[in-house]
């Protein structure tokens, strides 16, 4: 089946730093790949869209200064949270869109900004 | 635009009874339908979808739904639960465009009780 990985999984920085996280689809090429933030015992909440070769658009109320997203390549996403504060941990979560319409996602990564 | 309600925020079952955790959704084009579980600190593992054909959708893990256009509803059943079947539920509903978002449920969180 179509895997997507994340890494890191776990990262812990201090306020202020930036961090980036990379999604990657190892046996798919995926033109469109989304990032989600979800809080504690809520579902998923959708970021931005993330399309190969051209700019990310974000959803209302995200700073698209504040979250990176570059899609480099058919199997490359990238977010990167810029001047991170504690108000930013949380777990983000990508996926990338296959063929036959289906989303896979990857395991998640747990920001933890002190 | 579509939106997915799933009705029931906690189901409690016994260990080896059956369940059914209910999804409905709106739309005004056709969709593809989607069950997704999720393990603790874990990203989203996909059940079953169904994008078009059979209305009786087989899944992992001896999970099983039915897409019933009528009713508009996409219903998760297993008729024997095990404890390791102790997750959160996502139902899902995306357009069948490219750069379609998928929309989730709330989540249903299956109780496993010994």
């Known amino acids: 089946g179509a895997v997507v990985s994340q890494h890191p999984s776990r990262v812990i920085c201090k306020s202020g730093t930036s961090v980036k996280i990379e999604c990657r689809s190892l046996d798919f090429q995926a033109t469109t790949m989304f990032w989600y933030r979800q809080f504690p015992k809520q579902s998923l909440m959708l970021m931005a869209t993330?399309?190969?070769?051209?700019?990310?658009?974000?959803e209302q109320g995200v700073e698209k200064d504040k979250f990176l997203i570059n899609h480099a390549s058919l199997t490359l996403s990238t977010l990167t949270v810029t001047s991170a504060h504690p108000e930013d941990s949380s777990f983000y979560i990508c996926s990338a869109k296959g063929g036959d319409g289906t989303q896979y996602f990857g395991p998640g990564t747990r920001l933890l900004v002190l | 635009a579509q939106s997915v309600t799933q009705l029931d925020s906690q189901v409690p079952v016994f260990e080896e009874a059956p369940v059914e955790l209910r999804c409905n959704y709106s739309?005004?084009?056709?969709?593809?339908l989607f069950w997704y579980v999720q393990y603790p600190n874990q990203g989203l593992q996909l059940l079953l979808k169904?994008?078009?054909?059979?209305?009786l959708v087989k899944g992992i893990n001896g999970f099983e739904a039915e897409f019933n256009k009528s009713q508009t509803s996409f219903h998760l059943r297993k008729p024997s639960v095990h404890i390791s079947d102790t997750a959160e539920y996502f139902c899902a509903v995306s357009g069948r465009n490219r750069d379609d978002k998928i929309i989730f449920g709330k989540g249903t969180r299956l109780h496993i009780l010994p």
């Open positions: 169904y994008l078009s054909g059979s209305t």
């Open positions: 739309s005004s084009v056709s969709v593809y």
């Open positions: 993330s399309n190969e070769g051209s700019k990310a658009t974000y």
